[in-house]
């Protein structure tokens, strides 16, 4: 179990990493020319939290559990991580843009967070 919690957990913070930082460092009119048209739903500012809280997310999954520091904090990381991913899915859906890639990335934070749990737990 503990192989497979750090399969997702590193496969899901990368991707997670990746995408904040990008809404962090990019301006909110690079994100709108990239394909990101839910960008125009948002201030600037609420773009940077929201990659923020992704950058977070990410590190807060790894951390914990890489150097045995209350690692229960890695699957709450990425509990919140899923929540702000029912976020995006619930605009895309408002916005009849595609859902999948929101969807996908909920699952994977889902069960970054079900098996954190369980191998912290045992």
């Known amino acids: 179990m503990l192989i497979a919690f750090w399969i997702v957990n590193a496969l899901t913070a990368l991707l997670f990493l990746g995408a904040g930082s990008m809404k962090v460092i990019r301006p909110k009119s690079a994100l709108a020319e990239?394909?990101?048209?839910?960008?125009?739903?948002?201030?600037?500012?609420?773009?940077?939290?929201?990659?923020?809280?992704?950058?977070?997310g990410a590190i807060g999954m790894i951390l914990p559990v890489l150097f045995d520091i209350a690692p229960i904090l890695s699957p709450i990381a990425a509990t919140g991580i899923a929540i702000i991913m029912i976020g995006a899915v619930v605009v895309h859906v408002r916005r009849k843009e595609a859902t999948a890639p929101a969807v996908v990335l909920m699952l994977l934070a889902?069960?970054?967070?079900?098996?954190?749990?369980?191998?912290?737990?045992?």
Do not use: C
């Open 110 to 122: 889902v069960a970054s967070a079900v098996l954190g749990y369980i191998t912290i737990a045992v």
């Open 34 to 56: 990239m394909g990101m048209a839910w960008t125009a739903d948002f201030h600037a500012g609420v773009i940077k939290l929201i990659g923020a809280a992704q950058v977070l």
